[in-house]
């Protein structure tokens, strides 16, 4: 890999060079890095910049919300409103979509994000997350709806993610691989530090909160099940356990060394299909995996085929090393 390459320059190699993508999608992710570099700084001063504990609110889908979660997301806003590459946002902390401004140009992108993931974790000083996901508003009328944001993960033309943890790392696909960029503090940018980002197809860790073990559906408890039997198990083989309880750390953490990680929907909430967001969570995080070779299912179908029918909507989610993946999706099948 060559030396040296700032996100800045890979870029305008993307556009220029390859021809992969537009000037303005371009320019969007340079926005959203510089957005995620204030993020990490604010991230960084913790208790030293007031940035902790929670802000005596509650967003739509009735979280309370962290101080960190409204920072972050206001910072998203302000970067990406006036640059003329959008034509409307919508966020995890925000109950509607957010139009361009009149005063500022249109353009012809739509962003999401969680703008703060693993918020149980900033209070305590572990690993957490930007994540977002671009989109194409669709041509033929004026204006933004919602329903404009309505597409298939499938549809999306850019998604990653930044992890604020011992390092900054954002994490970046357009739909020809992953590429990995680490914020160099001295010269202030992010520099391309591992292309080509593969996932192996087998693993031996898995990632689940086990808490909600006595909720799970009958295919998870016997995946598990299966996992914990280890060497004497069906398996064969022993396996680890992580849960970092921030999806962007422990989906980093599956696309530097594999995995499987899994959010399913459980009886605690049987009318919601999961906990997790399908379009800024799942969806950017599935393309990210499938992009490294790796695979996301609901349990029984591709996450990047599922039709959202609305903004916020759930999802269950089973993603990572293929072979893991494929084989709890037969288990779901099967049941
Ligand atoms: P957010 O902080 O954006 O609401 O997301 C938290 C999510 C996800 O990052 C993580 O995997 C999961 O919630 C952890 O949930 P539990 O606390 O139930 O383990
Ligand atoms: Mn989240
Ligand atoms: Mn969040």
Redesign the pocket.
């Given at each position: 890999m060559k030396k040296n390459i700032t996100l800045s320059r890979y870029l305008v190699e993307q556009q220029r060079v390859d021809g992969l993508i537009p000037a303005q999608l371009r320019l969007l992710i340079e926005v959203v890095a510089r957005a995620c570099k204030r993020i990490s700084h604010s991230v960084n001063k913790g208790a030293l910049g007031d940035v902790l504990g929670t802000a005596g609110s509650e967003n739509v889908q009735g979280?309370v919300q962290k101080k960190l979660d409204i920072i972050a997301n206001e910072v998203l806003i302000e970067a990406n409103e006036w640059g003329g590459h959008l034509a409307a946002m919508a966020s995890?902390e925000m109950d509607s979509i957010y139009l361009v401004p009149n005063r500022y140009p249109q353009g012809e992108y739509l962003l999401m994000f969680?703008p703060?993931?693993?918020?149980?974790n900033i209070d305590v000083n572990v690993s957490i997350g930007t994540i977002f996901s671009v989109l194409k508003k669709p041509e033929g009328h004026p204006g933004v709806t919602e329903d404009d944001f309505l597409q298939a993960g499938a549809q999306q033309v850019a998604a990653g993610y930044c992890v604020y943890g011992p390092q900054t790392t954002l994490v970046l696909t357009f739909g020809d691989g992953v590429a990995m960029f680490t914020l160099d503090r001295e010269q202030g940018s992010f520099v391309l530090t591992q292309e080509n980002v593969r996932i192996p197809e087998d693993t031996k860790e898995f990632a689940i909160?086990m808490s909600n073990m006595r909720h799970w559906d009958e295919p998870v408890k016997r995946y598990v099940d299966e996992c914990l039997a280890g060497v004497e198990g069906p398996r064969n083989k022993d396996f680890n356990m992580r849960?970092i309880?921030?999806?962007?750390a422990?989906v980093h953490r599956i696309l530097t060394r594999g995995g499987v990680f899994m959010?399913p929907w459980d009886k605690r909430e049987p009318n919601k299909p999961g906990?997790?967001r399908l379009m800024y969570e799942a969806n950017p995080m599935s393309w990210l995996v499938e992009q490294a070779g790796g695979a996301a299912t609901n349990g029984r179908e591709r996450i990047l085929d599922i039709q959202p029918t609305k903004l916020h909507e759930r999802v269950s989610v089973v993603l990572g090393s293929k072979n893991e993946v494929e084989r709890i999706t037969r288990y779901h099948t099967e049941a």
């Amino acid at each position: 890999m060559k030396k040296n390459i700032t996100l800045s320059r890979y870029l305008v190699e993307q556009q220029r060079v390859d021809g992969l993508i537009p000037a303005q999608l371009r320019l969007l992710i340079e926005v959203v890095a510089r957005a995620c570099k204030r993020i990490s700084h604010s991230v960084n001063k913790g208790a030293l910049g007031d940035v902790l504990g929670t802000a005596g609110s509650e967003n739509v889908q009735g979280e309370v919300q962290k101080k960190l979660d409204i920072i972050a997301n206001e910072v998203l806003i302000e970067a990406n409103e006036w640059g003329g590459h959008l034509a409307a946002m919508a966020s995890e902390e925000m109950d509607s979509i957010y139009l361009v401004p009149n005063r500022y140009p249109q353009g012809e992108y739509l962003l999401m994000f969680d703008p703060l993931d693993g918020s149980s974790n900033i209070d305590v000083n572990v690993s957490i997350g930007t994540i977002f996901s671009v989109l194409k508003k669709p041509e033929g009328h004026p204006g933004v709806t919602e329903d404009d944001f309505l597409q298939a993960g499938a549809q999306q033309v850019a998604a990653g993610y930044c992890v604020y943890g011992p390092q900054t790392t954002l994490v970046l696909t357009f739909g020809d691989g992953v590429a990995m960029f680490t914020l160099d503090r001295e010269q202030g940018s992010f520099v391309l530090t591992q292309e080509n980002v593969r996932i192996p197809e087998d693993t031996k860790e898995f990632a689940i909160n086990m808490s909600n073990m006595r909720h799970w559906d009958e295919p998870v408890k016997r995946y598990v099940d299966e996992c914990l039997a280890g060497v004497e198990g069906p398996r064969n083989k022993d396996f680890n356990m992580r849960w970092i309880a921030s999806m962007v750390a422990d989906v980093h953490r599956i696309l530097t060394r594999g995995g499987v990680f899994m959010y399913p929907w459980d009886k605690r909430e049987p009318n919601k299909p999961g906990k997790l967001r399908l379009m800024y969570e799942a969806n950017p995080m599935s393309w990210l995996v499938e992009q490294a070779g790796g695979a996301a299912t609901n349990g029984r179908e591709r996450i990047l085929d599922i039709q959202p029918t609305k903004l916020h909507e759930r999802v269950s989610v089973v993603l990572g090393s293929k072979n893991e993946v494929e084989r709890i999706t037969r288990y779901h099948t099967e049941a």
